[in-house]
């Protein structure tokens, strides 16, 4: 199992979850990808699209104003936004 992490504190959506769902398209089962994001909005949208597509989310506040998602691959193929992945 591998980890990887984004940083986006500084940007807005959908930037984001963009990055999230390009670096999940690399992930195999069991893989952690650690994301920082600065807006309440961001920490809905990635968590709502990680639960929709196989992701199991963490959430805790890192900073003030700042969260770290933790999202951890589930096995088996998904789907990803419209594209068919396998891990």
Sequence with gaps: MSEYRIDAVGDVCPVPLLKVQ???LKLAPGDLLVVEVG???TVRNVVEWAG????SAE???S???VWQLDLR???G???LGGIRATG
């Design 63 to 65: 900073a003030p104003g």
């Design 59 to 61: 959430i805790r506040e």
């Design 52 to 55: 929709k597509n196989g992701f």
């Design 73 to 75: 691959a589930a096995g």
């Design 22 to 24: 390009r670096a999940a």
């Design 39 to 41: 807006q309440p909005r």
């Design 77 to 79: 193929g998904r789907s």
